[in-house]
């Protein structure tokens, strides 16, 4: 089955602009979480979205949302661009959600450069 | 919320077994393990998750401490392909916050 798929791959914004990636979770998954990535944090949670609903939620600023539609394809949105959001971006979809158990099935993240 | 702690990094020869350690003293009586492993430039894959006995699968072995303060997880014969960030998960916490931290960088030499 076809796994998580995340676009654009590649990004380059300035400070101040915005962007917004998309991710595309495995067939019937109605969970997917969003995970920022650098050399010196490591990996952090974002949020959670489930059924169009965002249950869960790290600790990051407002600056960061999402949303979730009725095909379980989420968006996260990063407004007014900081240097320090160059990251990779990787989301993940389960069945369940991160609280339960079962396997993330991440994708290959969208890896973001803020000049 | 629960905690781990992983050495930074760990060197294995090819096609030896390999032990990685996790400590997770916080974590409360009912919570799985979670490992996971990141190849270079590829999000993490699952690896494997228990509870309390040991646990075996076509990747890997888990073996959970008796007091479960502790865990390991065994790659039997590392091959190249295990050169990974192997990273040890305690539950999400109340929030639903998953703490990956820094994980192991396991390099394996031919």
Redesign the interface.
């Known amino acids: 089955k076809a796994g998580v798929t995340q676009t654009p791959r590649y990004l380059i914004k300035t400070r101040g602009q915005q962007v917004t990636l998309s991710c595309s979770p495995i067939s019937g998954h109605r969970s997917v979480s969003w995970y920022q990535q650098t050399p010196g944090q490591g990996l952090q949670f974002l949020f959670e979205y489930f059924s169009e609903t965002q249950r869960n939620k790290g600790n990051f600023p407002g600056r960061f949302s999402g949303r979730q539609f009725s095909n379980s394809r989420s968006e996260m949105n990063v407004s007014t661009l900081e240097l320090g959001d160059s990251a990779l971006y990787l989301c993940a979809s389960s069945l369940k959600g991160v609280l339960d158990t079962g396997e993330l099935f991440f994708g290959e993240g969208s890896r973001l450069t803020v000049l | 919320d629960a905690k781990t702690t992983q050495p930074n990094s760990m060197e294995s020869n090819e096609e030896e077994p390999v032990h990685l350690p996790c400590n997770h003293s916080t974590i409360s009586g009912t919570d799985?393990i979670?490992w996971?492993r990141?190849l270079p430039?590829?999000?993490?894959?699952?690896v494997i998750?228990g509870l309390t006995s040991n646990v075996n699968n076509r990747m890997a072995s888990l073996a959970i401490a008796e007091d479960r303060k502790s865990s390991t997880l065994i790659l039997h014969r590392a091959t190249l392909r295990d050169a990974a960030v192997y990273?040890c998960i305690p539950?999400?916490g109340s929030?639903?916050?998953?703490?990956?931290?820094?994980?192991t960088k396991l390099s394996v030499k031919p």
Do not use: D, M, R
């Open positions: 799985y979670h996971y990141q430039s590829q999000g993490p894959e699952y998750h990273y539950p999400a929030q639903g916050n998953l703490i990956f931290g820094k994980g």
